[in-house]
């Protein structure tokens, strides 16, 4: 695979207009970027449209208009196979509801990225275990019992840090989180935060993390409420 053209920022979106079929549109944004290694915190209310933007990032969605550039790559244009492999090997994501694999063990959920991704595999070396432990510790989740057991044993919080191992396994470039502390407590919730945050910039990822809770705004390199860049206005 050829490397990615050089860009200074990991996501820019222009110009982007998008709206689910048969609906009014959700999203009509001139601007936004995240810059390489920058850790930026998007706020908006309930249905704001946070996920559906989230998932033109990811190029699971596309624009009705406008670009998606991700690492330098204009998300549109791409071939389906070229798209699957930039999102997996430069995208990590934590889920709203963590998306974890009920019937594979914490050990096993942590490392899937790899499976899609050989760069990825390739960062981490041989020892995928020793790193899926490294990084599960580095969240708090230091018990080495939990490791073999099945992801949907485990409490919320702890299945929350499973999907953080698994989203920074292998140092993708962003890691995208997507209201993932609503069932905590605040200080579980700032604790995860700090964590996650230092664990990306122990790599350089750009963190870009999605909630309704203008609280978490102050633990972030810069805050965007989606009401100021979004010109489809929230009627809820
Ligand atoms: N698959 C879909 N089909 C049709 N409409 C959808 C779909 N997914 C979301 N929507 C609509 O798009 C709008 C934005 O939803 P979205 O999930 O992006 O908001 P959100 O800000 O992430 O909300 P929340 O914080 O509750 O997760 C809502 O009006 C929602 O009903």
Do not use: C
């Amino acid at each position: 695979m050829l490397p990615d053209a050089p860009s200074t920022d990991a996501i820019r979106v222009e110009s982007l207009r998008f709206a689910w079929p048969d609906h009014p549109p959700v999203l009509d944004i001139d601007r936004f970027t995240l810059a390489r290694g920058e850790k930026l915190f998007l706020r908006g209310p309930s249905g704001s449209g946070k996920s559906t933007l989230l998932g033109l990032i990811a190029g699971v969605l596309s624009p009705e208009t406008g670009t998606v550039n991700v690492l330098g790559n204009d998300m549109a244009t791409l071939s389906a196979a070229r798209r699957d492999r930039v999102r997996a090997d430069h995208l990590g994501v934590i889920f709203q509801m963590f998306n974890l694999v009920p019937y594979l063990s914490v050990t096993g959920n942590v490392t899937l990225p790899l499976h899609f991704s050989p760069a990825r595999r390739a960062r981490v070396g041989k020892d995928t275990e020793g790193e899926a432990r490294r990084l599960l510790g580095r969240l708090g989740l230091t018990d080495a019992t939990l490791l073999d057991r099945r992801v949907s044993d485990l409490s919320v919080g702890q299945q929350q840090r499973v999907a953080a191992a698994r989203a920074l396994m292998g140092g993708p470039d962003i890691v995208i989180a997507d209201e993932p502390t609503s069932a905590l407590d605040a200080d579980a919730r700032d604790k995860f935060i700090e964590l996650l945050s230092e664990e990306a910039g122990r790599t350089g990822a750009a963190l870009l993390f999605v909630s309704h809770d203008a609280s978490l705004a102050g633990q972030f390199d810069r805050a965007v409420d989606l009401a100021d860049i979004n010109k489809v206005g929230v009627s809820a």
